[in-house]
């Protein structure tokens, strides 16, 4: 199978971390990914840490990309306006290419214009920011990450993970990317639509968790689970377990419940041949069609189309 080239753009201030998310995550691909560092002169990059980094390749590795993806820089490093060097290391980008930000890489992409009139997200302590300098791009910073064909941009440092996961998911299926986080040691599946700063994700000293009673209920989600069965399970009260799930989440427990289901239900479509009838009744919805309705407000398609995907991928 062919490997798809990954460029990473690095800039001056570069997050080290994040940008090496991408080599980290697409490196343990099996194979499937070719990943390579760029800066837009070929010349070592200035992180925001007390060291630098040297890149192989400048900017002309850029045009050689299937997927480029745009390292985020610490918020005292962006512009109101994209460098001439920056936009003469992007013009070359192919038409069509996937390109994916993590973080403020999104400023990046919104300021030379790619993102005009599209869905994106960055990290929500930049939020207000960003939206005062570019009104035209219509931004979402309650999620973890978005993919508006074929650009994606995502939140904060972890969400670059989530980003490069859904990637592998997307390309090759969740077998392979279920594959690359347990290397990895990452969760293997976070929704892009999940939220991005969560009150509270560690319990205060002497507070229950609701983490129990969350892996309780993702060994039963074909079972009609109803808030009064959590908050039991928990021995907490419906009110108290309602709050301290959203806290530690960022979801309420129904909506946390219906993006298990359709994550337990993706899996199924693109790992087995159940029916989506058959499919529906093992991750709890009630008929196919809840499924499908379901299935089509997360992701934008039918289970039917979502597994000739997959199968054309394999």
């Known amino acids: 199978m062919r490997r798809e080239r990954v460029v990473v753009l690095a800039l001056d201030g570069v997050y080290p971390f994040e940008l090496g998310i991408p080599s980290r995550i697409l490196g343990a691909a099996d194979d499937r990914y070719e990943v390579l560092t760029c800066s837009v002169d070929g010349r070592p990059v200035r992180t925001n840490a007390d060291f630098g980094v040297t890149v192989e390749h400048g900017p002309e590795a850029l045009a050689t990309a299937g997927t480029v993806v745009i390292a985020p820089v610490a918020p005292a490093h962006l512009a109101d306006e994209v460098s001439d060097d920056v936009l003469a290391a992007l013009a070359p980008i192919r038409p069509g290419t996937r390109i994916v930000s993590i973080c403020t890489g999104a400023f990046v992409l919104a300021a030379a214009g790619l993102l005009d009139g599209r869905r994106a997200t960055t990290h929500w302590q930049v939020a207000d920011r960003f939206r005062r300098m570019f009104p035209r791009v219509d931004l979402d910073p309650d999620v973890l ?3 508006d064909h074929p650009f994606l941009t995502s939140a904060g440092a972890a969400s670059g993970v989530d980003v ?11 077998r392979l990317a279920n594959s690359v986080a347990r290397r990895c040691v990452v969760p293997p ?8 700063y969560i009150e509270q994700p560690v319990p205060e000293q002497g507070a229950a968790s609701t983490a129990g009673t969350r892996a309780w209920a993702l060994e039963r989600l074909d079972e009609p689970l109803t808030l009064a069965d959590l908050s039991g399970h928990a021995r907490m009260s419906q009110r108290t377990f309602a709050r301290r799930f959203h806290d530690e989440v960022g ?3 129904g909506r946390w419940l ?7 239900a993706r899996h199924l ?3 087995s041949d159940l029916t989506v009838d058959q499919i529906a009744g093992r991750v709890g919805f009630a008929t196919g069609a809840s499924l499908r309705q379901h299935l089509n407000a997360a992701i934008g398609v039918s289970p039917q ?8 991928a394999r």
């Open 145 to 147: 990450f978005v993919d």
């Open 164 to 174: 490069c996961l859904h990637l592998v998911r997307k390309d090759h299926g969740s």
């Open 189 to 196: 599946f976070r929704d892009g639509g999940q939220a991005q």
């Open 251 to 253: 979801l309420s427990p």
């Open 258 to 264: 219906i993006q298990q289901r359709v994550a337990r």
């Open 269 to 271: 479509l693109e790992s």
């Open 305 to 312: 189309a979502y597994r000739r995907t997959f199968q054309t």
